[in-house]
């Protein structure tokens, strides 16, 4: 079966724009999640959707950053304004169920500079 | 807050040594655990779990401990490869959340 993909694999974008990270999870996975590691620290949870709707987005940082989950299926991440300290790689995983059973997917991420 | 930490952030083995890398968490209520590899420009790859009823699980060449007594959890890694080389993160959760909450991870170096 085909992994979690993510687009574009690196984007360098100066600072004040606008950004959008798409990840497509593996077909069938209704539990989508998106997480950072900004400046090699460790990986931080984003959201949670379940299907469309936003589980859990405790770890979104500000306003700034906008998800969606239209349908269901694949899944964008927006940064507007970006600013500089958003630089890092952003993951989105997925997983069959609650993940432990099955377990979490990863995608390679994509690796945002903004400069 | 809750926190899923490592102890050391380098660490530099010999090719054929066994590795050890630890990572210490914070909140009580994770009962589930996992070790992840990363590989440069790769993301998370799962290499083992364990769940908080055992204290002991083994793998392929890798053995995970966890101590709920002082809030830890090590990877062992048997034979140590140049194919391990990688950033290994821990993570955890707990009944009735999803997310993982991730350590900073640790970079392990095979000198061959």
């Known amino acids: 079966e085909a992994g979690v993909t993510q687009f574009p694999s690196h984007s360098v974008i100066e600072k004040g724009q606008t950004v959008t990270l798409r990840c497509d999870p593996i077909?069938?996975?209704?539990?989508l999640y998106w997480y950072r590691r900004v400046m090699g620290k460790e990986i931080k949870f984003l959201l949670h959707f379940v299907k469309e709707s936003k589980q859990d987005e405790s770890g979104m940082p500000n306003n700034r950053f906008l998800a969606e989950r239209t349908g269901g299926t694949y899944s964008t991440l927006k940064v507007q304004p970006a600013e500089l300290e958003d630089s890092g790689v952003y993951f989105c995983a997925s997983s069959q169920d609650e993940g432990r059973r099955y377990g979490y997917t990863f995608g390679s991420g994509t690796r945002l500079t903004v400069v | 807050g809750e926190s899923v930490g490592l102890h050391l952030p380098t660490l530099s083995v010999q090719e054929g040594d066994n590795s050890i890398i630890n990572c210490a968490y914070s909140?009580?209520?994770?009962?589930?655990f996992i070790w992840y590899k990363q590989e440069s420009g790769k993301g998370p790859q799962f290499i083992i779990d364990?769940?908080?009823?055992?204290d002991k699980r083994q793998g392929q060449r890798v053995t995970v401990l966890l101590n709920k007594t002082v809030k830890h959890l090590s990877l062992q890694i048997a034979a140590t490869q140049p194919g391990d080389s990688a950033v290994y993160f821990c993570a955890e959760n707990r009944a009735g959340r999803r997310a993982l909450t991730f350590g900073s991870g640790t970079r392990l170096q095979v000198q061959p």
């Open positions: 364990i769940r908080s009823n055992m």
């Open positions: 077909s069938g996975h209704d539990n």
């Open positions: 909140n009580s209520a994770s009962d589930y």
